[in-house]
């Protein structure tokens, strides 16, 4: 069971930092990617780090304002956002891996319930 936290209401230029944790384990040897879906759209790949060597992959027009790092004493993984624009409003997802393949959605089995974040002014 994984379990986003963060979310919320954010003011255009602002920031958030978002949490996945799993229930009763940790987080640290799987790899981990962080999705979105906006309202009437695909699910879309954010960024993603592998267990194996903490290498990171960012879709293109994430990088720069989105980092995607480990909380290794806590078993948790994070996605730091910053400069948010109304356009980043969506349902964050974290997914999470044995083993990394790809930074896309049909490469994650166990997926949590997702945090709304809202960029408005």
């Known amino acids: 069971q994984l379990v986003e936290s963060g979310g919320g209401l954010v003011q255009p230029g602002g920031s958030l930092r978002l949490s996945c944790a799993a229930s009763g384990f940790s987080l640290n040897r799987h790899a981990i990617g962080w999705f979105r879906q906006a309202p009437g759209k695909e699910r879309e790949p954010i960024s993603c780090?592998?267990?194996?060597?903490?290498?990171?992959f960012y879709a293109d027009s994430m990088r720069g304002r989105f980092t995607i790092s480990r909380d290794s004493a806590k078993g948790t993984v994070l996605l730091q956002m910053n400069s948010l624009k109304p356009e980043d409003t969506a349902v964050y997802y974290c997914?999470?891996?044995?083993?990394?393949?790809?930074?896309?959605?049909?490469?994650?089995?166990?997926w949590g319930q997702g945090t709304q974040v809202t960029v408005s002014s």
């Open positions: 780090i592998t267990g194996s060597d903490g290498s990171t």
């Open positions: 997914a999470a891996n044995g083993v990394f393949r790809t930074c896309e959605a049909d490469d994650f089995g166990a």
